[in-house]
Antibody, heavy 121, light 107 residues
């Protein structure tokens, strides 16, 4: 059964870079057709897609965050990562990683359990 | 960007009754619409994709319908574990976008 697990610092200072990693187990990140995405949820609010990556390195980003976001993949470790630069308090959220099929079937399943990142000095 | 609007924000229903949740897209999403359920402290769980196809292991009391700009999630007979939050998501266009959610509460 495929499982995803987010990891990274739970506290980041304003203007610094948020860095998270998603480790995939029970399957290969290099499986054809699948994309690997990041979604966030501010406390008490809704969901926002951040961006996604294919194992080849091809990426899609949300235009609202594109200039600040970098998503990368390490197939040797079965991991993909998120970097969000120049964070502010508005970036405080639970960050989830999830898989989607690609080929225009971009619903998310499964999801990681999520990790709370707080931006504060 | 396709903006997804869910209504109502909160729905009060008695256990055993039917719940009807709405999701509207600002432009056509075709049938590229998914529904998720989110329990407190947990990640969202996929319920429906392709507007009407139940995901693996999802009970038959959950059903989805609609296409274009109007979509509906129906829960035919609410169980205690169904009183949580539901989100819709379109995947017809990039960026992928979610609705603001509907909280189903006990009446």
């Amino acid at each position: 059964q495929l499982q995803l697990q987010e990891s990274g610092p739970g506290l980041v200072k304003p203007s610094e870079t948020l860095s998270l990693t998603c480790t995939v187990s029970g399957g290969s990140i290099s499986s054809s057709s699948y994309y690997w995405g990041w979604i966030r949820q501010p406390p008490g609010k809704g969901l926002e897609w951040i961006g996604s990556i294919y194992h080849s390195g091809s990426t899609y980003y949300n235009p609202s965050l594109k200039s600040l976001v970098t998503i990368s993949v390490d197939t040797s470790k079965n991991q993909f990562s998120l970097k969000l630069s120049f964070v502010t308090a508005a970036d405080t959220a639970v960050y989830y990683c999830a898989r989607h099929l690609g080929r225009a079937e971009n619903w998310f399943d499964p999801w990681g359990q999520g990790t709370l990142v707080t931006v504060s000095s | 960007e396709i903006v997804m609007t869910q209504s109502p924000a909160t729905l009060s229903v008695s256990p055993g009754e039917r719940a009807t949740l709405s999701c509207r897209a600002s432009q056509s999403a075709s049938s590229k619409l998914a529904w998720y359920q989110q329990k407190p402290g947990q990640a969202p769980r996929l319920l429906i994709y392709g507007a009407s196809t139940r995901a693996t292991g999802i009970p038959a009391r959950f059903s989805g319908s609609g296409s274009g700009t109007e979509f509906t999630l129906t829960i035919s007979s609410l169980q205690s574990e169904d009183f949580v939050v539901y989100y819709c998501q379109q995947y017809n266009n990039w960026p992928l976008t979610f609705g603001g959610g509907t909280k189903v509460e006990i009446k």
